[in-house]
C-alpha cells in the first residue's frame, strides 16, 4: 500500500466531488481524507495500491465535476482507520 497527497484543480468544489472521492474510496475500502482548500482546490490524503484507477475514477467523476489537473506526492504512511470528509 502507498500513501499519497493529491492536489485536485479545476471545477472541484461545490459539485459533489468531496462525496464522491469519499463514496469511490469506501467502496475499495481506501484510508484518508478530502477536504476543501480556501484556494479553490480540493485536499486527498489517501492509502491504496493503484493509484492510476484512483485518479481516473476522479476523473470521470459524477458528470457535474471536472478536475482538470492533480499534483501528486508520496507521503510517508497515513493513521487514519476509514475515509473522512474535512470541511
Known sequence: ??????????????????NFTKAYADSKGYKGSVQNLCNGHVEIFVSLDDLGLFLE?????????????????????????????LR
Do not use: D
Not at 3 to 11: L, N, P, Q, S, V
Not at 62 to 85: D, K, T, W, Y
Open 57 to 85: 475514477a476522479l476523473q470521470k467523476g459524477n458528470g457535474r465535476m471536472q478536475a482538470s489537473s492533480f499534483e501528486v506526492e508520496h507521503i510517508a504512511p497515513l493513521q487514519f482507520s476509514s475515509f473522512e470528509v
Open 1 to 18: 500500500m502507498r500513501h499519497y497527497k493529491i492536489t485536485a484543480k479545476g471545477k472541484v468544489q461545490g459539485v459533489g466531488f468531496r
